[in-house]
């Protein structure tokens, strides 16, 4: 599916929750609706520390995910080794945010770790369901 890009609302909320949880890194994956990226799913038994992040893919829904989001506890939102791993096997889109988690420090990247442009969009989000 084409990515048109992000909610701003959305990542609104990625770099507050990453803001908030640090020095410990946040994690989730990324879920888009027509075209935009508008949610994150953060998977059962993921675990944090200010060294990294575990996703448990196999705890995955029966959802699809565009990519993933990761917090970095420092200033800079290079894509590690580990990360570039876990891109490839979660879709198109990767988000990494770092410190100090404003709209200046993310960035997203492609499956192989390079710099893709994601726009910011301004889209108005359905109230989630409460069941």
């Known amino acids: 599916m084409k990515v048109k890009g992000i909610a701003r609302e959305t990542l609104d909320f990625i770099l507050n929750v990453s803001k908030s949880t640090a020095p410990n890194e946040f994690a989730g994956?990324?879920?888009?609706?027509?075209g935009i990226i508008t949610e994150v799913i953060i998977l059962p038994g993921t675990e944090s520390s200010d060294?990294?992040?575990?996703i448990k893919l196999f705890m995955m829904p029966n959802i699809s995910s565009v990519g993933s989001v990761h917090s970095?506890?420092?200033p800079y939102f290079t894509p590690s080794s580990?990360?570039?791993k876990?891109?490839?096997?979660?879709?198109?889109?990767?988000?990494?945010?770092?410190?100090?988690?404003?709209?200046?420090?993310?960035?997203?990247y492609d499956s192989s770790g390079n710099v893709q442009d994601l726009k910011v969009l301004d889209v108005e989000?359905?109230?989630?369901?409460?069941?």
């Open 29 to 34: 994956l990324l879920s888009v609706e027509d």
């Open 51 to 54: 060294r990294n992040a575990v």
């Open 125 to 131: 989000l359905d109230e989630p369901e409460i069941l």
């Open 72 to 74: 970095h506890p420092g």
């Open 86 to 108: 876990l891109f490839s096997k979660t879709g198109s889109h990767h988000i990494i945010v770092a410190a100090p988690y404003d709209k200046m420090s993310w960035q997203c």
């Open 82 to 84: 580990a990360d570039r």
